[in-house]
């Protein structure tokens, strides 16, 4: 069991030592390099989510995660932002305190609030070091900004701010692209997105659609529809949108000092003496209307006066969505292999409704409840109907029930069984996650029934990821690890050398309990993270 006051000294002396302030990324890098002044600007008031990495130049994993982290910055450009912060630089250091840092690396995902100007979430992010879980991390925690647009609902989302500027996608899919969701940021408060499913007869004989995916826009009022014909590409799609109103900047812009006044170089002692009288005339101003208020509200008023410079950030206490494999190769990567262990999924159908939103909703929360906990848990997923992988392995699995909305199933490939979850036979409505709850910890502890899964359905690892053993070589040990009494004595820290320094200080020691002995002991033997994958940039280009 760690001690928190040892992880806290431990980490003090380590930031004592001399060492290089050079931040680990250069300025070519595609990883946005952020520190404590300008954090609440770029990230925490952004409209977009970020993922950040708080790390040390001297820290070995940090250095590890570097190429995979490069990796996800590149895939997530125009999505999402990718960004860090060099903890080891004096100045950074109360920030990086601030924000909960123990150890190197640690990455949060930054998501903006659900109103606007309200603080953002910030969540730790606790999966695999490889860009394509990073990457798959971050598109899951965008923002859906996108209408969803139906045969009855139609009418009410054409008439309702007819002056204002629409755009409709036309798509064959039944979910909302990372793509998609990032253009609906941009434009957000400027022009309506929504999204339109093939299935929706009226909606695209009304504007004569005939292939699938067709962007319209509607410039509002009586103009006619444009329909666009360019690549599906992030700016060029945002290039045509302009058109009818500009997206909004991010960053915002940094607001000019002296009252707004921007200063210029053959002008500067006019505008700092023009900023000097209207820094006068405010304070005046404020003198008197606080002269005018209750003395009881005098300490409030001055306190509020002098806002802070960056705001607290808000940590997530409450369950996000289970990540979703949209594609098939994902599914066989996650849960197939002749090495994947222990995944739970969840496969929801074309008509999907109440229900498999309870079913989804329990499964977050159990996770949640899980990692708040500390305790070990195998991931769960969602696969939509639009996989085309999830038809065929419910086939095999003799799962393929028209009128099911969802099903859910614990699959280990690499031991080879599953279990279904009937939630008929038990009378789960999903009202609550207790009944599901009591499944997951059955095949926590190894209790129950397992089916042999039948062949044809696990795939070799070496044939799906031939980078496997490198990336098993490149890091063999946990990003984090444990910190002991013994590294944090005095003696200790005199035997820290550069060569020594690249150990991590975290604040959490790996520890598994009886109950789940299992699948600690199948995570142990599974490969480990760690360097870059196969692009994944493409999967969310796609509409």
């Not at 982290?69 to 080891?88: I, P, R, S």
């Not at 997530?316 to 494999?325: E, G, K, S």
């Not at 190894?446 to 039948?454: H, N, Q, R």
């Amino acid at each position: 069991m760690h001690h928190p006051t040892l992880c806290a000294l431990a980490v003090g002396i380590l930031s004592a030592l001399p060492g290089a302030q050079a931040g680990l990324y250069t300025k070519k890098s595609p990883v946005l390099q952020v520190d404590g002044k300008d954090y609440d600007r770029l990230i925490a008031k952004s409209n977009q989510t970020s993922i950040v990495e708080f790390y040390a130049p001297w820290c070995g994993h940090c250095q590890n995660l570097k190429p995979a982290y490069e990796k996800a910055a590149k895939n997530l450009e125009g999505l999402a932002k990718v960004a860090a912060v060099n903890c080891d630089d004096d100045a950074n250091k109360p920030f990086c305190g601030s924000m909960g840092v123990q150890g190197f690396p640690t990455l949060k995902i930054v998501r903006p609030g659900k109103k606007a100007g309200s603080k953002p979430m910030v969540e730790d992010y606790q999966g695999q070091r490889t860009a394509s879980a990073i990457v798959d991390a971050v598109v899951s925690r965008i923002n859906n900004h996108v209408v969803k647009v139906e045969d009855k609902n139609l009418d009410k989302f054409l008439s309702d701010k007819n002056e204002t500027a629409k755009a409709l996608l036309f798509t064959d899919k039944g979910t909302t692209s990372a793509l998609l969701k990032s253009v609906a940021i941009d434009f957000l408060d400027v022009i309506t997105v929504g999204q339109v499913r093939n299935t929706q007869s009226k909606a695209v004989s009304t504007f004569g659609i005939d292939k699938f995916p067709t962007l319209i826009l509607l410039p509002g009022g009586d103009a006619p529809g444009i329909v666009y014909d360019g690549e599906i590409k992030k700016a060029a799609m945002v290039k045509f949108l302009s058109q009818a109103g500009q997206p909004n900047p991010d960053p915002a812009p940094a607001k000019a000092k002296n009252g707004g006044k921007k200063d210029s170089k053959k002008d500067s002692k006019k505008e700092k003496s023009a900023s000097s009288a209207g820094s006068s005339a405010s304070t005046k101003a404020k003198s008197t209307a606080s002269a005018s208020s209750a003395s009881s509200s005098s300490s409030s008023s001055s306190s509020e006066t002098s806002a802070p410079t960056q705001e607290a950030p808000v940590i997530v206490n409450t369950a996000l969505p289970i990540p979703t494999l949209n594609t098939p190769e994902k599914l066989t990567k996650e849960c197939l292999t002749s090495k994947s262990n222990t995944c739970v999924l969840a496969f929801v159908s074309a008509t999907s409704g109440e229900k498999s939103q309870k079913a989804l909703a329990n499964l977050a929360e159990l996770a949640f409840k899980h990692a708040h906990s500390n305790r070990k848990l195998f991931p769960f997923y969602e696969i939509p109907a639009s996989n085309s992988g999830a038809a065929s392995l419910l086939s095999s699995l003799d799962l393929q029930k028209d009128d099911a909305e969802i099903q859910i199933i614990a699959i280990n490939a690499r031991r080879g069984w599953w279990r279904h979850y009937d939630s008929v036979s038990v009378a789960d409505d999903f009202s609550s996650h207790d009944k599901l709850e009591a499944w997951i910890d059955a095949i926590r502890m190894g209790e129950g029934a397992k089916k042999k899964l039948p062949e044809g359905i696990v795939i070799e690892a070496s044939s799906v990821k031939t980078e496997e053993e490198e990336e098993s070589k490149a890091e063999k040990a946990k990003p984090e690890e444990a910190v002991s009494e013994e590294e944090v004595t005095p003696e200790a820290t005199k035997k820290v050398t550069k060569d020594e320094k690249e150990a991590p200080v975290t604040p959490e020691a790996s520890e598994a309990t009886a109950v789940e002995k299992e699948e600690v002991e199948e995570e142990s033997t599974a490969p480990v993270d760690p360097t870059p994958e196969p692009e994944t940039a493409a999967a969310h280009d796609e509409l």
